[in-house]
T-cell receptor, first 110, second 119 residues
Framework: DAKTTQPPSMDCAEGRAANLPCNHS???????VYWYRQIHSQGPQYIIH???NNETNEMASLIITEDRKSSTLILPHATLRDTAVYYC???????????FGKGITLSVRP | KAGVTQTPRYLIKTRGQQVTLSCSPI?????VSWYQQTPGQGLQFLFE???????NKGNFPGRFSGRQFSNSRSEMNVSTLELGDSALYLC??????????????????FGSGTRLTVV
């Protein structure tokens, strides 16, 4: 699976949009981009995934660049409960394991 | 729908002992994966079981083993515990069809983990 690069941390104000970047410059054509988050002392939680097109669900939006070498997870209205470590993962469907990097720690301030 | 259930939640063991952790996946999910999380190494894949067969294995010593039962519940065992085995052990379940194809809409659902402390 391709390697991802994320900044170690970022913060944003409550109620504002949080834009979390991820670089995956070596991504292959059949690799999907997944985002998970882990709130302290809990298991990771699936947020969203995509291949080429932008995706949106009730939790977030995923914007993938046209060359697919980077993506951005957008939490449109961050709340204090969104404070967590966010992991960007790329993987092929056939590979059953998730390879987690260090992730990005998002701190939402009041 | 009940989530992924891991038991016990916390465990303290002595070096040299063995331990068995349990994971009950979401009803209908046949795939169970195990991960180890430590402050130094982060989240690392241990193994995956599907239909009672190990499908994938990470880079862990043979002291780490697992199995899956016909009802999809899974156990992992660590023998001859070492201090470095202290970690949060997470289980994830996913829905795969008979051909082991992942149904994306479900992603992977993780349990809350078992916190193992080896003293």
């Amino acid at each position: 699976d391709a390697k991802t690069t994320q900044p170690p941390s970022m913060d944003c104000a409550e109620g504002r949009a949080a834009n979390l970047p991820c670089n995956h410059s070596t991504i292959s054509g059949n690799e999907y981009v997944y985002w998970y988050r882990q709130i302290h002392s809990q298991g990771p939680q699936y947020i969203i995934h995509g291949l080429k097109n932008n995706e949106t669900n009730e939790m977030a939006s995923l914007i993938i660049t046209e060359d697919r070498k980077s993506s951005t997870l957008i939490l449109p209205h961050a709340t204090l409960r969104d404070t967590a470590v966010y992991y960007c993962i790329v993987r092929v469907e056939a590979n059953s394991k998730l390879t987690f990097g260090k992730g990005i720690t998002l701190s939402v301030r009041p | 729908k009940a989530g992924v259930t891991q038991t016990p939640r916390y465990l303290i063991k002595t070096r040299g002992q063995q331990v068995t952790l349990s994971c009950s996946p979401i009803s209908g999910h046949r795939s169970v994966s195990w991960y180890q999380q430590t402050p130094g190494q982060g989240l690392q894949f241990l193994f995956e079981y599907f239909s009672e067969t190990q499908r994938n294995k990470g880079n862990f010593p043979g002291r780490f083993s697992g199995r899956q039962f016909s009802n999809s519940r899974s156990e992992m065992n660590v023998s001859t515990l070492e201090l470095g085995d202290s970690a949060l052990y997470l289980c994830a379940s996913s829905y795969r069809d008979r051909g082991h194809n992942l149904k994306f809409n479900y992603g992977y659902t993780f349990g809350s983990g078992t916190r193992l402390t080896v003293v």
